[in-house]
């Protein structure tokens, strides 16, 4: 089989990087960008609105394996165009609620529509046409889609300035009816082609049999990225008051939330150009490490504030190289045959992880203080790190 060409003149592989930065913007940093609004509207605590958010997350979660195995049956190039159009259809709803029920149901449906659109959805469609070579795709896709907050939030910002939050919303479905459909459908199609080209990779009889929550490797696997996931959502849905609680400076704290996004991209830059020489396994467990010294580092900061930003750039790195890297090592440990089913099974732990997240954050604080979010926060990517590593390549 012809090696893909390089990803800028690859023509399914940019117009999934175009997509995947607006859907992202559009469904998932819409909610961190309009919360407040909400919340000044209708008079809801944080706890209430952000709830529909770990609600959504619960719903992506909950659905991820079944759209994997509709994946791997050729479902994709349907797939796609349903969950972007249903997608339109959750933030035209989104407009209309009055209630905390309706605004919970909106939400739960665009959850679900985010299982159909989102990384994972998008990554099995790419692994499934292109193997051993999918990883250049995949860095080039999170590379682009790295920039979806920063369109997501200026441009609500604009918008909601000038006309209120509905109109933002109503931009952002704009933009995925008109930049999303045409380029998923063309690229879930072409991909989709190139994967029935393929030999068909047939599973172990004994292997088809089971879920993929109960094939070779899968609690190790999944527990490890789902620990970290925990760890980083954690940490981030806390982190401003986080910082507050040790003393950082809130000019500061603010510049090194601004860090994390860039260092996300670095991160995947520096994995670009070292290419499929580092073993994906061992870069991941590196980069558990990695971000278990960010919370420590940031820990420090209490002592001296300016590590704030020293933790920022760890953070940032650490967590972009392994939103590239979970798919990857996915496929080492699991295999390629029923790859959609299984990269599903494991986002969904790592999904219901991060939709946990910032409820049990706030409840530790409350309960013995921010040195225990600290705490967790280190130990969580450590034992993922311990996890992971019983599937790491001898040296």
């Known amino acids: 089989m012809t090696p893909p060409p390089p990803a800028w003149r690859d023509r399914p592989v940019l117009a999934?990087?175009?997509?995947?930065?607006?859907?992202?913007?559009?469904?998932?940093?819409?909610?961190?960008?309009?919360?407040?609004?909400?919340?000044?509207?209708?008079?809801?605590?944080?706890?209430?609105?952000?709830?529909?958010?770990?609600?959504?997350?619960?719903?992506?979660?909950?659905a991820a394996p079944s759209v994997g195995r509709a994946i791997d049956s050729g479902f994709a190039p349907l797939g796609f165009v349903l969950g972007t159009v249903g997608a339109v259809a959750g933030l035209a709803t989104l407009t209309q609620v009055q209630s905390v029920g309706a605004f919970y149901a909106a939400w739960a449906w665009i959850g679900l529509m985010m299982g159909f659109t989102l990384y994972d959805a998008t990554f099995s469609v790419v692994t499934r046409a292109r193997g051993a070579g999918a990883r250049s795709a995949i860095t080039a896709i999170t590379l682009a889609a790295g920039f979806a907050s920063t369109l997501a939030f200026p441009l609500t910002a604009w918008v909601t300035e000038a006309a209120g939050w509905r109109a933002a919303v109503w931009v952002l479905a704009a933009l995925v009816a008109v930049c999303v459909l045409p380029l998923v459908a063309f690229a879930a199609r072409k991909l989709e082609a190139e994967a029935r080209a393929r030999t068909a990779v047939a599973l172990d009889p004994a292997t088809s049999r089971l879920r993929a929550n109960r094939r070779p490797g899968y609690w190790p696997l999944a527990g490890g990225f789902a620990l970290t996931a925990l760890g980083v959502g954690v940490l981030l849905s806390n982190l401003l008051p986080l910082m507050a609680s040790l003393g950082v400076p809130d000019g500061l704290a603010i510049l090194a939330a601004s860090i994390i996004g860039p260092a996300q991209v670095a991160g995947r830059i520096l994995l670009i150009l070292a290419g499929a020489r580092v073993a994906a396994q061992r870069v991941s467990i590196g980069a558990f490490v990695v971000l278990a010294v960010a919370a420590a580092v940031l820990g420090a900061a209490a002592a001296l504030p300016a590590l704030a930003l020293v933790f920022a750039?760890?953070?940032?790195?650490?967590?972009?190289?392994?939103?590239?890297?979970?798919?990857?090592?996915?496929?080492?440990?699991?295999?390629?045959?029923?790859?959609?089913?299984?990269?599903?099974?494991?986002?969904?732990?790592?999904?219901?992880?991060f939709a946990l997240a910032p409820t049990l954050g706030a409840v530790l604080a409350d309960l013995f203080g921010y040195g225990a979010v600290i705490a967790l926060c280190v130990a969580a990517p450590l034992a993922g790190a311990v996890l992971l590593a019983r599937f790491a390549p001898a040296p």
């Open 16 to 62: 999934f990087m175009v997509a995947e930065t607006v859907i992202w913007a559009a469904i998932f940093y819409s909610f961190p960008a309009l919360v407040l609004h909400w919340q000044g509207e209708f008079g809801w605590s944080a706890t209430v609105a952000m709830g529909a958010f770990s609600l959504a997350l619960a719903v992506q979660g909950l």
């Open 313 to 353: 750039v760890a953070q940032g790195v650490g967590n972009g190289v392994i939103s590239i890297l979970r798919p990857v090592v996915t496929r080492e440990v699991m295999g390629e045959a029923g790859y959609g089913e299984s990269a599903g099974a494991v986002a969904r732990l790592s999904l219901y992880a």
